[in-house]
């Protein structure tokens, strides 16, 4: 945002007056070159794709939706604490999180569960998941081996998830709309908006909002016509069906039967259940991608493997009947310092996509038949030589493969730490109208997360994916899974290496900032020169440490803080490198050494510390190993020393390197990609394996969102906005995979955080701040503002809706005190600055003024006069559900003069 | 070692640093008021003055209206002053008094009032600046988060037993100057100085926590018992305060077998805006009562202020025939504060 002109004249103001109560506001355009009376900030107009090709980072849908049950089965977890909980998690969110068991004997039960999931996007709302379940559980124990109990666990159910938006413009909308009592009930009757002015900003109250809505889950499936029509566009509903069979051992009375006695007593348990698990799932997804159009999916799977789990630690319950005779059970207290598992299983799984057109009588028909399970419609329509206009099939993904995955998670209570891998081998078929094809996959996926109350959450995350292109070396019809089908390679660049890295950040510092820059330009490649360099500590906020521990009293040494560091604010990337075919092969042929002087280079080994085979046998080199050996340990608390690791990994890569060479089969290659890719640092794997080839011949993509809060002035502000419109991509992106991600990209639809890309969003392109004060009224009297918003995006019949809320602006930025905060709706009018016509583009004006009630006016005029600074918040939309980002607009008011705050 | 060697000690640091020649440019003398007027040294352009006093204090008063109880309407009145006398940047002279007096009004007992001086020190080193701090002289043993959040009628509330009363000894604080802080106190007991308590506080910050202090801490008394500290507070300059404590207090030496008392304490504290600023206090003693109090304070001018707040408190017994006491009550209470 930048100021380009403030103006007004004599004649301006005139007939801004009379024009004052005049339902169809009309303002003349500033002037250029006048006394500043009028701000104006033109914003960036968003250049990022609609679509990423390579948003295969993200898990599918089979993932997110399965991932409760399967977790549980896999490791046994009924039978021990669930650890994973965070502190707002078991303070407050768990109140929308209720198990209600009826047991009919100690081996047979009912399980009824609600719980709410929250997705952050990169666009400030949040994806809000509910979640019911449903089914029976059945554990007996089937005989004592060695003082193990052998359990056998059986499992059933359905389950049935809502998938919505949820944002602050969204929540006054609701104010507008909803009758007072349910406003009032989904707020908790005033004590989610008192929690969030108490609480540190790491609280997020749309997690708790609207608590009937979660009720309501099993109710909302759009079984029907009017079920659809009333979801809003871009929700997804989905249910399932579930069973499983499981077969636990509590391996700890055996290994830990020895335990020191004082161990009993700490109230700590220690759970080390080995478990088969057999498992199975039928999904139908439902996606309402425009007025009439329904995106069925269909999903199966069947999982079967094995894991180990161990876990010491408890959870406690604080104040427990500390309300009664309320029946508050306490507050859940997960204290788990080591919690970690590791599972193998082998996956089967089918997917169906589908579109609807249910404006069409027989779409409506053969859209009803397959949410109640009967998909023959669908199919037989799809397979008919007519292609029916309001039907039509995407593709069918048969796949069936192998993974790993395994975690380390240290929860205490205040802080959490966790680090999750996922190692993956996966043959797919897929079936589209065009034809049928193959990819076969491998790859690793990784990451790592840390959640301390103040801050809330953090995290990095890799994959790593090789995809091959194959086709059998026979012709055949159905029995494509036969075990005796031979591959061969498609094409002369059958395998490509994409390689996605993403930081999300709810409150960054300016020292993770720069840490995050560093970790971004050192694997784009990318200068990445518009970012700004933030000052690392405010002066102020030292001086005032100073000054407080100057003259700190001796019983006051833990009151007395220094926090003086920069904060930035909200920190996500997201980057993505697609190594192609000539890249792999150039660094799997490359000569021995250069492969090690390259990684070595990566993994920042000293010159001396090349990792040639010859050296094997140096004391350098038996330290690293047996410093990697050493810290093993320390990765129960998710403490690694990658100085220690840096030579073994080297070695592996290159040892991989040699297997990969000498492979030729698919099946050979795929499994040589499987073993390279099993890296601790991928991070410093993609920097070596980017040097094998020019920068500009890698398709490179970066993105980001920072939302910069605290005392970062405006100017930082405005270069972020930019930043966040930008998209940082290298000149070469073409990828010979389209086919295959353009499916992916299909199925990611259903994943929560790409929900914003389904509809078109509005953006905020202007805005112009004029202040008006009536002629011969004294200086310190309340002025009103003209405000006109422009914006792209928006349909030009409906009436504009704005949110905005207007705010004190001060040195403390959490929780301000707001001035005004509601919806205005007003139709399009002729923009004041842009007086040339154009269709891509609307706007709006409205005025800011005092609130009509005696209380609300009051203190509008107490708090406006306290202050000099405000910041007006914006948002956009037509129709009230798809709403702009919101946008900030900062200034100051004083004597009568309007002006854009500056940079600090 | 003897009283005459902690004085002979004192001395010495005195001298110590006279020793080392003053700057002349510095003026000789300077006053202030609630907030002591830090000097930004470091630059070489604002010199500090040779002497520097500080003086401040709070004061409040409080009516608690109860729903049962011996008495259904309590005064109290407390009122905390503090004064250091610093010589350029590592020494000074600090001391605090406080005052305190409870009265039930419907009973028409006269106030119970009693004074103290809760200590007494001299102190050399200042914290974020210098690596070593060393006190002696009268003062409190470094364990927990020692200072109440909140006094007036609170005081008749909060326990006291998790803390070492104020007592002669000598506390001793090495750090980074940044963000990790080591306090090592001892006690006498007696004439002869010999130890009676020891005990050892750690402090952790990270740049990241934006103000927030993760504090551990031991104590142990030469007869046998033993605490253990775990507490995390947040402060912020804008006066926001979360503070989470968890004190077990073990009676016996062996803790396996010991019995134990233990408080919990969460205390937040919202940032100060506009003159506005609310609170909420939880303690829960184990097996013994829980208190809550939820309030609302308004400041007039920065010094002078008005709160409100509800108060429960809970009696928690394991016996079956004893009965469950609750008590609700509403505070009333002006403060002010320099």
């Known amino acids: ?904 | 070692m003897g009283r005459r060697a902690l004085g002979l000690l004192l001395l010495a640091f005195g001298f110590a640093s006279f020793a080392r020649g003053e700057d002349a440019a510095r003026p000789s003398w300077k006053m202030g008021w609630g907030s002591c007027p830090y000097e930004n040294k470091g630059d070489g352009q604002r010199p500090s003055p040779a002497f520097l006093l500080c003086l401040n204090g709070q004061s409040q008063t409080d009516l608690h209206a109860l729903n049962r109880g011996d008495s259904k309407a309590q005064l109290a009145h407390e009122t905390q002053a503090f004064a250091a006398l610093h010589y350029g940047e590592q020494h000074s002279l600090q001391a605090s008094a406080r005052y305190f007096a409870e009265r039930p009004l419907d009973q028409g007992d006269k106030p119970q009032p009693s004074g103290s001086l809760p200590y007494l020190v001299y102190q050399y080193g200042t914290i974020y600046r210098d690596r070593l701090q060393v006190s002696v002289g009268k003062h409190v043993l470094p364990f927990g988060v020692e200072r109440q959040p909140l006094i007036g009628l609170y005081s008749l509330y909060l326990p006291k037993q998790f803390w070492q009363g104020p007592d002669l000894g000598v506390n001793l604080t090495l750090s980074n100057a940044q963000s990790f802080f080591v306090q090592l106190g001892v006690f006498s007991e007696d004439k002869k100085l010999r130890a009676k308590a020891l005990s050892a506080r750690i402090f952790y910050e990270r740049p990241s926590w934006q103000g927030t202090k993760a504090i551990a801490s031991l104590y142990h008394h030469r007869e046998g018992s033993k605490r253990l500290g775990l507490a995390l507070v947040n402060s912020n300059a804008d006066d926001r305060l979360i503070q989470v404590e968890f004190i077990r207090s073990y009676l016996h030496p062996n803790l396996w077998l010991s019995e134990f008392e233990q408080l919990l304490r969460l205390y937040l504290q919202s940032p100060r805006r506009h003159g506005n600023q609310f609170f909420c206090l939880f303690d829960e003693q184990r097996q013994d009562r829980r208190f809550a109090s939820l309030g609302w304070r308004r400041y007039f001018k920065d010094f002078f202020s008005f709160q409100l707040a509800l108060t429960f408190a809970r009696q928690i017994t394991s016996k079956a025939d004893e009965e469950q006491r609750s008590q609700w009550g509403l505070v009333g209470g002006i403060g002010a504060s320099i």
Request: hydrophobic share 40%; net charge negative.
């Open chain 1, 1 to 904: 945002m930048r100021p380009l002109s403030a103006a007004a004249r004599p004649w301006f103001w005139g007939s801004l007056f009379s024009l004052w109560n005049s339902p169809a506001l009309s303002l003349a355009p500033p002037q250029p070159g006048s006394s500043s009376l009028g701000i104006t900030y033109e914003l960036p107009v968003d250049q990022k794709p609609e679509e990423n090709p390579f948003s295969t980072y993200f898990p599918n849908i089979q993932d997110l939706f399965g991932s409760i049950s399967s977790d549980n089965v896999k490791s046994g977890a009924r039978l021990i604490n669930h650890s994973l909980d965070s502190l707002f998690d078991s303070l407050f969110y768990s109140l929308l999180d209720n198990s209600f068991t009826y047991s009919y004997s100690d081996s047979y039960q009912l399980n009824l569960n609600l719980n709410r999931s929250v997705f952050s996007t990169d666009f400030g709302s949040y994806v809000i998941m509910d979640r019911f379940s449903f089914g029976p559980e059945y554990d007996a124990t089937l005989t004592t081996i060695e003082s193990v109990p052998v359990i056998l666990g059986n499992n059933a159910g359905i389950d049935i998830v809502d998938i919505h938006l949820q944002s602050e413009a969204r929540r006054l909308v609701d104010k507008e709309l909803l009758p007072t009592w349910r406003y009032a009930f989904n707020n908790w009757f005033g004590i989610v908006p008192a929690l969030r002015a108490l609480l540190p900003p790491s609280f997020n109250p749309l997690q708790l909002y609207d608590p009937l809505r979660q009720v309501e889950t099993p109710l909302v499936f759009p079984l029907s016509y009017s079920a659809f029509a009333a979801m809003p566009i871009g929700t997804i509903r989905s249910y399932g069906i579930s069973g499983g069979v499981n077969l636990p051992f509590t391996l700890a009375n055996y290994v830990l039967k020895n335990l020191p006695s004082f161990v009993e007593r700490s109230l700590l348990d220690v759970a080390t259940p080995y478990s088969l698990f057999l498992q199975g799932e039928h999904r139908i997804n439902v996606l309402r991608k425009s007025k009439n159009i329904a995106w069925v999916g269909l999903s199966t799977s069947k999982t079967a493997g094995h894991g180990l789990a161990g876990m010491v630690g408890s959870t406690f319950f604080l104040l427990q009947d500390s309300l009664k005779p309320l029946p508050f059970k306490g507050l859940k207290t997960p204290f788990f310092p080591f919690d970690m598992g590791i599972a193998d299983s082998l996956i089967s799984s089918t997917q169906h996509l589908y579109e609807f057109d249910l404006s069409d009588e027989r779409g409506l028909k053969a859209y009803l038949a397959a949410v109640h399970g009967d998909f023959s419609q669908a199919i037989a329509q799809c397979q008919a030589r007519e292609k029916a206009r309001y039907l039509t099939f995407h593709f069918e993904q048969r796949s069936q493969g192998r993974q790993i995955e395994s975690h380390r998670l240290n929860n205490f209570f205040l802080y959490r730490a966790q680090h999750q891998e996922n190692s993956k081998r996966n043959k797919i078929t897929m079936f589209e109208p065009s034809g049928k094809y193959y990819i076969w996959e491998a790859g690793r996926q990784q990451g790592s997360s840390s959640f301390d109350v103040l801050l809330g959450e953090s995290e990095i995350q890799y994959n790593n994916q090789v995809e091959i292109r194959v086709q059998p070396e026979n012709e055949v019809s159905e029995s494509d899974e036969a075990p005796d089908l031979t591959f061969k390679f498609v094409g002369s660049k059958p395998y490509q290496l994409i390689c996605t890295m993403q930081i999300r950040d709810q409150l960054a510092d300016v020292f993770e900032y720069e840490a995050y820059l560093a970790k971004l330009r050192r694997v784009s490649k990318f200068p990445l020169d518009e970012f700004p360099q933030l000052p690392q500590r405010s002066e102020e906020r030292k001086i005032r440490a100073l000054e407080r521990s100057y003259a700190s009293r001796p019983d006051s040494l833990a009151y007395v803080s220094d926090d003086s560091i920069t904060r930035v604010g909200t920190f996500h990337a997201t980057y993505s490198a697609n190594l192609p075919y000539k890249l792999l092969r150039q660094a799997i042929n490359a000569p021995h050494e250069l492969q090690a002087q390259y990684f070595a280079e990566a993994y920042k080994l000293s010159a001396s510390e090349h990792p040639y085979e010859d050296l094997y046998a140096t004391s350098a080199i038996l330290s690293h190993f047996l410093g990697r050996w050493f810290s093993y340990p320390l990765r129960l608390f998710n403490i690694q020393s990658d100085r220690q690791d840096a030579f073994g990994e080297v070695r592996h890569i290159i040892d991989s390197f040699a297997a990969l060479r000498i492979a030729s089969t698919p099946l050979e290659i795929q499994n040589g990609f499987y073993q390279l890719l099993r890296l601790e640092y991928p991070e410093a794997f993609l920097v070596g394996m980017m040097r094998f080839l020019p920068d500009e011949e890698i398709p490179r993509n970066l993105s980001f969102f920072i939302k910069p809060e605290g005392e970062l002035g405006p100017g930082f502000k405005t270069q972020f906005e930019r930043i966040n419109v930008k998209k940082f991509q290298s000149s070469l992106q073409t990828s010979d995979f389209d086919r295959y991600h353009i499916a992916q990209e299909k199925l990611n639809a259903f994943f929560p955080t790409n929900m914003h890309a389904l509809p078109r969003r509005p953006q905020i392109i202007s805005v112009y701040i004029q202040a008006l004060r009536e002629p011969n009224t004294p200086s310190d009297a309340l002025p009103k503002f003209v405000v006109e918003v422009s914006a792209k995006g928006l349909s030009s019949g409906a009436k504009g809706k704005i949110y905005l809320r207007f705010e004190n602006k001060g040195q403390v930025q959490l929780n301000k005190f707001v001035l005004l905060e509601e919806i205005r709706e007003s139709p399009a009018q002729k923009s004041l600055l842009k007086p040339t016509q154009n269709l891509d583009y609307l706007s709006y004006q409205f005025i800011l003024e005092k609130p009509d009630d005696s209380f609300n006016s009051l203190i509008y005029e107490q708090q406006f006069q306290l202050s000099q600074e405000f910041q007006l918040i914006l948002a956009i939309s037509s129709d009230g559900i798809v709403w702009s980002n919101e946008k900030i607009f900062a200034f100051s008011y004083d004597e009568g003069k309007l002006k854009e705050i500056q940079e600090d």
